[in-house]
T-cell receptor, first 112, second 115 residues
Framework: QKEVEQNSGPLSVPEGAIASLNCTYS??????FFWYRQYSGKSPELIMS????GDKEDGRFTAQLNKASQYVSLLIRDSQPSDSATYLC???FGAGSYQLTFGKGTKLSVIP | EPEVTQTPSHQVTQMGQEVILRCVPI?????FYWYRQILGQKVEFLVS????????KSEIFDDQFSVERPDGSNFTLKIRSTKLEDSAMYFC?????????????FGSGTRLTVV
């Protein structure tokens, strides 16, 4: 059974702080990893994708991947109240599949 | 920016009725998907569709579900005989074949309420 696990939170950080969101997955041969942001009642919105070990930065967002530890994280620098949302980790487990397996999401609250 | 369009945004139906959820994927995309999210739960994969046929489906996608691309633009999900537990947000998504685009674009969703 391929699983993606996230701490459901809520995670509260003050405005301007760094928010750190974590995700673990069950299959060592997983290939592609994604972070989506989902506002309440809305659809998931892709923020970051990462495929190789290490860090990938895009603006205030940094995704980190450690395949040996089966761990992917998302850092949000200079957090803003508008970043308050649920962050979904999604994994493509490869082997010819285009399917994404999602975690339950971590709810982030940025306190002004 | 290109969008995946879903209609209707909200549908209420009686148990046992058939519903059709509609999606217009991004025009140059080749892969199409349906996901659902029951309130408070994970986003779950239902089915993927490529080259006019189903390429993958989950255990959720049983005989009461079907998908179709009736013309060059629309992609539909039909639920033949709805049950209370089918109440959920249904998201359509599409992607190109390019690996980077596996992080596909989701539509805004259809909220299905079965009463």
């Amino acid at each position: 059974q391929k699983e993606v696990e996230q701490n459901s939170g809520p995670l509260s950080v003050p405005e301007g702080a760094i928010a750190s969101l974590n995700c673990t997955y069950s299959d060592r041969v997983s290939q592609s990893f994604f972070w989506y942001r989902q506002y309440s009642g809305k659809s998931p919105e892709l923020i970051m994708s990462i495929y190789s070990n290490g860090d990938k930065e895009d603006g205030r967002f940094t995704a980190q991947l450690n395949k040996a530890s089966q761990y992917v994280s998302l850092l949000i620098r200079d957090s803003q109240p508008s970043d308050s949302a649920t962050y979904l980790c999604a994994v493509n487990f490869g082997a010819g599949s285009y399917q994404l397996t999602f975690g339950k999401g971590t709810k982030l609250s940025v306190i002004p | 920016e290109p969008e995946v369009t879903q209609t209707p945004s909200h549908q209420v139906t009686q148990m046992g009725q058939e519903v059709i959820l509609r999606c217009v994927p991004i025009s140059n995309h080749l892969y199409f998907y349906w996901y659902r999210q029951i309130l408070g739960q994970k986003v779950e994969f239902l089915v993927s569709f490529y080259n006019n046929e189903i390429s993958e489906k989950s255990e959720i996608f049983d005989d009461q579900f079907s998908v179709e691309r009736p013309d060059g633009s629309n992609f539909t999900l039909k639920i033949r005989s709805t049950k209370l537990e089918d109440s959920a947000m249904y998201f359509c998504a599409s992607s190109t074949r390019d690996r980077v685009s596996y992080g596909y674009t989701f539509g805004s969703g259809t909220r299905l309420t079965v009463v």
